[in-house]
């Protein structure tokens, strides 16, 4: 029996191995491809930009493949599915064909964007009235067509991220889920409720409903358009629901949750806002739960990629992201009954889970 589950665990690995590299290949290549499309960073009659720390590639790439054996070794222990099935699912095909063919598509607008240093067009072009979303929203959040109010910007979103991290945004995420895994295993999932605080799209909802579904999972978002594509993500599991709100004023009733989740969040939002989502997440957050914020790794995490986290804001449209990079997260938590209970680096990710005090 030893010998076979030896034989099992290497064919998973060989399969896991080809295919994260057929989709870092996937993702990277159109990167690529957008690079040689667009500008790049430097703006004419700007000087070029040059980082205050010196990016040290071979500690991106180390990250990048520690990034994959974590992500492996966490399908071992059984924290959750093999993503594989999931990645390579032949239906989808015609879908992320599409989707690449738009993202593509949509290079030279966000390139002209970038140039003329508009980040803010959706306030002239807007899909949507405006008036019912704070100011900071109202933003072309990363230079995209539209920011995130419309159905042609939730259709692309995920595989503009995807390309942007060459294929490895789905692991960092998984970092996350296997904190989640953490929190709900030997718990009856039908009693669990778990919150995914901006659940944008609802691909980490999908993920965790594969591994978990029975759990009783929530998403809020604020785009209407990102809310209506998470339900569509989520439609199989019945028990599974999608609010649309703010992260600072929350439309649940205080201790409702169990677990709360919060994926590449805070770093969008102005400083005044962040320490009011940490009081709403204490607030609607049960006495001993768990609050899982997977963001951007900051200044001084892994000291060898503090000059590519400089680049961010200078090629995309991060408004709070300089600041983000040095903010304080503990002082905040703490005054909130907080405390960490566990920190871990996912290449470009840094995942922190913090205990509401019992």
Known sequence: MEWRQKISRTAGRVRYTAAQGLRSAWYGGQYALARRRSAGFNRPGEPPFRPTHTPDRRVLQAAFLDLFRHDRANVEAGLYPDPVGIDLDPGRLPQTLRR?????????????????????????????????????????????????????????????VEALFTGAAAAMRRAALACLAHEVRGHDQRQRRVLDVGCGTGQFMHRTLHGFPRLQLTGLDLSPAYARAARQAVRRWPQAAVEEGQAEAMPFE??????????Y????????????????????????????????????????????????????????YKGYLSWDFTPEMEACGFHLDSTQNAFLTKVNVWRKAV
């Open 100 to 160: 690449a063919r738009q993202f593509l598509a949509d290079v030279a607008e966000v390139d002209r964007r970038r140039l003329m240093r508009d980040g803010t067009e959706v306030r002239r072009k807007a899909p949507t009235d405006l008036s019912r979303f704070p100011a900071y929203y109202r933003q072309n959040f990363h230079y995209q067509t539209d920011g995130w109010l419309s159905e042609d910007s939730a259709e692309i979103y995920d595989h503009q």
């Open 254 to 263: 205080t201790g409702s949750f169990d677990t709360l989740i919060s994926i």
């Open 265 to 320: 969040l805070f770093h969008e939002l102005p400083p005044r806002i962040r320490p009011l989502v940490i009081a709403e997440a204490a607030r609607v957050l049960r006495p001993g739960g768990a609050f899982i914020v997977a963001d951007s790794l900051q200044f001084g995490d892994n000291p060898g990629l503090d000059g590519v986290l400089e680049y961010f804001p200078e090629g995309f449209h991060e408004p709070y």
